[in-house]
């Protein structure tokens, strides 16, 4: 931004790239990056109807989607950004049990102070769970209700 309040391309390219790089390098599990590379410690992840608080915030929701998915991939495959804001569309791929699965997600990410302070996401959740059948779709709502019932419990 300039003194003046102003966005410039060079803050849209540091934004846009920030955020492509926090999903790829941290959300995918990857652990290229720590979270506070790109995150902000007040950091509010809302996906679906889920909502997840700070750094512990990232490592449950990480937590969810690696237990369902081995060999976690994410691309992003576009982004606008305007202002302090990023939407990006990008493919999460994985295996669960053998069975390949690929789906996308969009999310708008906010900015403050170069850092990511909030994310708003929507998972194509019903894609994943045809890919993946009925029985693996059981095991992995199974799975992720003992996850954040741990949670919830820790807190």
């Not at 997600?105 to 994310?119: A, C, H, P, Q, Y």
Request: proline share 3%; charged share 25%; with cysteine.
């Amino acid at each position: 931004m300039t003194p003046t309040g102003e966005i410039t391309d060079a803050n849209k390219l540091d934004i846009g790239k920030n955020a492509k790089c926090a999903l790829e390098r941290v959300c995918s599990g990857a652990g290229l990056d720590p979270p506070s590379r790109y995150y902000s410690p007040k950091f509010v992840d809302h996906v679906n109807n889920l909502k997840f608080h700070g750094f512990d915030g990232i490592s449950l929701s990480l937590e969810l989607y690696t237990s369902v998915l081995s060999d976690l991939k994410i691309e992003v495959v576009e982004q606008l950004v305007e202002g302090n804001r990023v939407a990006s569309r990008f493919v999460v791929e994985g295996a669960n049990r053998g069975r390949q699965v690929r789906f996308n997600v969009n999310t708008i990410s906010s900015f403050e102070d170069g850092l990511v302070i909030e994310d708003w996401s929507v998972t194509d959740t019903f894609s994943m769970l045809r890919q993946l059948g009925l029985w693996r779709s059981i095991l992995v709502t199974l799975r992720q209700l003992r996850i954040l019932r741990t949670a919830a419990k820790n807190r």
